[in-house]
């Protein structure tokens, strides 16, 4: 007979899983080592998985910092100067590497070693809790603006070896450490410190622990920026193509259920297809963009929404934005074909260098669902049955989120229209990181405040603080005609932390484009355990929106 405690699940018949353990599963060399790691980010990864795993991290709002000496684990005797101990601590770390960390931090990890017996469930009552903090700390002071700073921009030997780290993997993606394996654990750099609640990203304001596996993260820090001069602002050309979208644009796939063939007779797939002119669209496209330098001056970023252009458009307009040093965001489609799945994803253009740039793909998470209501509203229904429920037919990809450093106060991530609503798993890894600005781009209606784009849109400007930026084109926004509601142009949403409720930005009639001039706002962030940022993290907020006319602009009457 089979032992019914065994079976059943009983807490006295499973341990629990112990520190030095834990440890052993993360970096089984590190686990044995006597010495702390050498490189910051790997100490970091084991005592914040510690904390993380343990939830012992929640014991520093209730009593912080520790007093005692050194030999029980502390940093100093003096809790009002415990903050400023614990930066020097991580600049003298980060000054002699490649050697030896400082004596402070081999104690903090004698007193970790010694805790290997506990089990995990234990580390909140003691004082192991304070040790794994008090490393976390150091090692995130030791780490400070990285992700930032391209090395030749007169970093040190760790930013050296930290961009060297960070360059994306095409199969793994980015991870700051060295000793860690991608599959256990990634740090990455961090740009907001959450200021309300209480979570495990509380607590630091340079790096965070990202353990997930079902979304890789990629980090790009181009060497050339293209930004010359660019300290506090950022121009952006939005091009919200395109400019007519129909019904017949939109059909169901053959066959209906794709190569899902138990699929219910009530779910079917459809796809979309736009009329490609590669040479046509890159000559309305630089006329635009010449326009948005007459009335801005320079341009750094030009946006394109969801399913904007095809593949073959795509070329054609990257190679244009190659040959102007130009970043470019923007939709690509490539149809489904028969029952094989098309793609949709987000095409970025950086430049890495004087000469040579990077194609960064990252396909949409969620795919579309059309149910009654939404078909309605746009009119399909001479091409989609309403009584069904049409999802879009393209390919489930391996998940994966960029962020790109734009400046050494900016970083951007964006999204894929579903992934803004379906946050999960996305939304966790956008969270930790903090980037300054999320852009979504859309295949939807009018962005007007009070839709789901706001809502959603709210949620990260709340926490992290992302300012955010939704784009979809104005085909979209006119084929959108729900009962009752008066038609809009309202093309763009932006959202931020520091500025009350979202804006919608309308393209006037006849208008090819809209310039948004951003600016940056500095704010000092305080982590949970007390420290500050020094006041760098930036919010960035709008600061001017101007229609672009590759014609003539309408008279004012």
């Given amino acids: 007979m089979p032992d019914s405690a065994v079976l059943s699940g009983a807490p006295e018949t499973l341990p629990g899983v112990t520190v030095g353990e834990y440890l052993r599963h993360l970096a089984p060399d590190l686990a044995r080592g006597k010495q702390p790691p050498d490189w910051p980010p790997d100490a970091f990864a084991l005592a914040a998985s510690l904390l993380l795993h343990s939830g012992a991290y929640l014991q520093v709002v209730a009593k912080w910092p520790p007093t005692g000496t050194a030999a029980d684990g502390c940093l100093t005797d003096l809790p009002e100067r415990w903050a400023e101990r614990a930066a020097a601590i991580g600049r003298r770390w980060r000054a002699a590497l490649p050697g030896s960390p400082p004596a402070e931090v081999r104690r903090l990890w004698a007193q970790l070693r010694k805790s290997s017996h506990l089990e995990l469930g234990e580390v909140s009552g003691s004082t192991l809790c304070r040790t794994l903090v008090q490393l976390c700390a150091v090692a995130d002071e030791a780490c400070q603006g990285v992700g930032y700073q391209p090395p030749e921009d007169g970093g040190d030997f760790f930013d050296f070896v930290a961009s060297r780290e960070l360059l994306p993997d095409p199969e793994a ?226 998940r994966r989120l960029t962020f790109v450093s734009l400046l050494d106060w900016l970083s951007f991530c964006f999204l894929v229209c579903e992934d803004l609503a379906r946050q999960e798993p996305v939304a966790r890894l956008v969270r930790s990181v903090g980037p300054n600005l999320v852009i979504a781009l859309l295949m939807d209606g009018p962005q007007l405040p009070g839709r789901w784009p706001d809502r959603y849109a709210t949620v990260l400007a709340d926490d992290p603080g992302s300012s955010v930026l939704t784009l979809t084109s104005i085909g979209m926004a006119e084929l959108c005609r729900p009962p009752g509601v008066t038609p809009s142009r309202a093309v763009a949403l932006w959202k931020d932390a520091k500025s009350g409720a979202a804006r919608a930005i309308e393209l006037p009639v006849g208008a090819d484009g809209l310039v948004l001039n951003l600016t940056r706002l500095r704010e000092e962030e305080w982590s949970a355990d007390g420290r500050s940022d020094g006041g760098v993290a930036g919010y960035p907020i709008l600061a001017g929106v101007h229609p672009v006319w590759a014609g003539p602009a309408p008279r004012k009457s």
């Fill in 173 to 398: 993606g980015s991870t700051l450490c060295q000793a860690v394996h991608v599959s256990r654990v990634r740090v990455l750099p961090k740009c907001h410190t959450p200021q309300t609640g209480i979570t495990l990203d509380s607590l630091f304001h340079n790096l965070t622990l990202w353990p997930a596996v079902d979304v890789q993260p990629h980090w790009i820090t181009p060497q050339h920026r293209g930004l010359d001069n660019v300290e506090h602002r950022l121009n952006l050309l939005l091009v919200p193509w395109p400019e007519k979208v129909s019904p017949m644009q939109f059909a169901a796939a053959s066959p209906r259920s794709g190569e899902l063939a138990n699929m219910p007779a009530k779910f079917g797939f459809f796809s979309y297809t736009k009329k490609s002119d590669p040479d046509g669209l890159k000559a309305r496209l630089d006329d635009v963009y010449q326009r948005a330098l007459e009335l801005a001056g320079r341009i750094e970023l030009v946006v394109l929404p969801e399913l904007a252009l095809d593949l073959a458009e795509y070329e054609a307009v990257r190679g244009w934005a190659q040959d102007r040093k130009l970043l470019l965001l923007c939709g690509v489609g490539e149809p489904s074909a028969g029952a094989t799945p098309g793609k949709n994803y987000v095409a970025l253009e950086v430049l890495l260098s004087g000469e040579h740039s990077v194609q960064v793909r990252q396909y949409k998470h969620h795919r579309w669902q059309l149910d009654k209501r939404q078909i309605v509203q746009y009119g399909l229904g001479g091409q989609l049955d309403p009584e069904g429920r049409w999802w879009e037919h393209t390919s489930a990809q391996a």
